[in-house]
């Protein structure tokens, strides 16, 4: 498979001059990126991601009905995951509402979860999994995700204990 950068190349330093960012989509790389992501999402989102947040798992395993809300879905392949594995959850409403490794990526962290924040209501989950990252990393690291969260009417932020070598679990409450 062939990745064309060069496009994103010629404005990409004056945005990182001015600190705007170039957008994600200018690289071209979305299907690399599904690739990379789906052994992760086949093989860690039931099986170690969801039962962190033991309410969600209670009524998954219960066979309730669990309406799942994906931000920043991509192919939908972590949407696909969950509704195999629990034949019960609708992937689209507000019982757990989930963002996976796109967070870093869009221009406006902040409104991303004030809308997770509605869509989760009084009674549902947030989980955001973002890259794992040592605390000088260039992604979102754990003092920036709070911040996030504070600005976006979140009252806290758990670090769930997941072990992963590429990602991170946060709950926002």
Known sequence: MEIELTSADEGR???FRSGTGASF???DVHDVQAA???PVFVNHLTQNW???L???QEKLDAGERVLIAEVGCGEGLAAVTIARAYPNAEIHGYDLVVAIEMLHD???PVGILQTMKKLAGRD???LVVDERTEDTGTVIRPDTMRRYAAEAGFSGVEKLD???PQFVLYQLT
């Open 13 to 15: 330093v004056e945005e």
């Open 25 to 27: 989509g200018l690289f």
């Open 36 to 38: 990379f992501t789906r």
């Open 50 to 52: 969801l039962p962190a």
């Open 54 to 56: 033991p309410r969600i």
């Open 106 to 108: 869009v221009p406006d």
């Open 124 to 126: 549902g989950s947030v």
């Open 162 to 164: 997941v072990e992963h």
